[in-house]
C-alpha cells in the first residue's frame, strides 16, 4: 500500500449532477495530481497540487475543479456531469513536483448515469 | 508532441515463459523520464520503475529488467519466468523536463499468465 487514501470507492450520479472526489496524500507528500481513467484506457492528467496553488493542467474542461488544503490533501471537483465522465479517478501524491515517483490511490470508480 | 504507444493491447503467455512488453515514445525535450506501472485488477497503479535520459543502462531488478534504447526512443520491459502473479495491465509512461507535472500514460498492456 502506497499510504495514498482516496474517497468514496464507488460513486453512481447522473447527468447534470455536481460531484465532489477527496485524496489524502502520503505523510510528507505536498504534491497531488489527479487522473482520469476510461475503461481500457491509460489514466489521463487532469491537474496537479503544489501547496495549495494548481500547478498544471491537463485538456480538461473548466467544469473540472481542484483545491488542495493546508494539510496536502486534495478535492476533485466535476460539475454539470456527462455520460462521459464516468471513469476511474485517481489521485497520485509525491514529494515534489518535479519527475519523482508518483505514488498512487486505490481510485474512485464514478459512474454517470 | 509527446506520446507514448504501446502497440500490444494483449499478450497472454504460459507461466514460466519470458514475456517482453514494447514502448516507444515520443518527445522534443532532451530532458526527459520514462515510467512503468503495474495496474492489477484492483485497479491501484504500482510504481516498477523510473529511468531519466540520460542514464542508458539497462536495469534488473529480480525477475524484471528494462531496455532502454534513445537511439530508437524505447523502454521495453521483461519479465523472466513469468508468473500468475504478473498477470496485470502494463502501463508505459513519459514526463517531460518542460512540465514536470505532468505523466503521460500509455494505452497500456493487458497481460495475462496461464498456468
Known amino acids: 500500500e502506497t499510504g495514498v487514501t482516496q474517497s468514496p470507492t464507488h460513486l453512481i450520479k447522473t447527468r447534470g449532477q455536481q460531484v465532489t472526489l477527496r485524496c489524502s496524500s502520503q505523510?510528507?507528500?505536498?504534491?497531488v495530481s489527479w487522473y482520469q481513467q476510461a475503461l481500457g484506457q491509460g489514466p489521463q492528467f487532469i491537474f496537479q497540487y503544489y501547496r495549495e496553488e494548481e500547478n498544471g493542467r491537463g485538456n480538461f474542461p473548466p467544469r473540472f475543479s481542484g483545491l488542495q488544503f493546508p494539510n496536502y490533501s486534495s478535492e476533485l471537483n466535476v460539475n454539470a456531469l456527462e455520460l462521459d465522465d464516468s471513469a476511474l479517478y485517481l489521485c497520485?501524491?509525491?514529494?515534489?513536483?518535479?519527475?519523482?515517483?508518483?505514488?498512487f490511490g486505490p481510485g474512485t470508480r464514478l459512474t454517470v448515469l | 508532441a509527446q506520446k507514448v504507444t504501446q502497440a500490444q493491447t494483449e499478450i497472454s503467455v504460459v507461466e514460466k515463459e519470458d514475456v517482453t512488453l514494447d514502448c516507444v515514445y515520443e518527445t522534443r525535450d532532451t530532458t526527459y523520464y520514462l515510467f512503468w506501472y503495474k495496474q492489477p485488477p484492483s485497479g491501484e497503479l504500482v510504481f516498477l520503475i523510473r529511468?531519466?535520459?540520460?542514464?542508458?543502462q539497462n536495469e534488473i531488478s529480480g525477475r524484471y529488467s528494462w531496455n532502454f534504447q534513445k537511439s530508437t526512443s524505447s523502454f521495453n520491459f521483461t519479465i523472466t519466468a513469468s508468473q500468475v502473479v504478473d498477470s496485470a495491465v502494463y502501463f508505459c509512461?513519459?514526463?517531460?523536463?518542460?512540465?514536470?507535472?505532468?505523466?503521460?500514460f500509455g494505452s497500456g498492456t493487458r497481460l495475462s499468465i496461464r498456468p
Open positions: 497520485a501524491s509525491s514529494l515534489e513536483p518535479s519527475h519523482n515517483e508518483q505514488f
Open positions: 529511468r531519466n535520459s540520460f542514464d542508458e
Open positions: 509512461a513519459l514526463s517531460e523536463g518542460s512540465s514536470a507535472s505532468k505523466i503521460i
Open positions: 505523510s510528507g507528500h505536498n504534491t
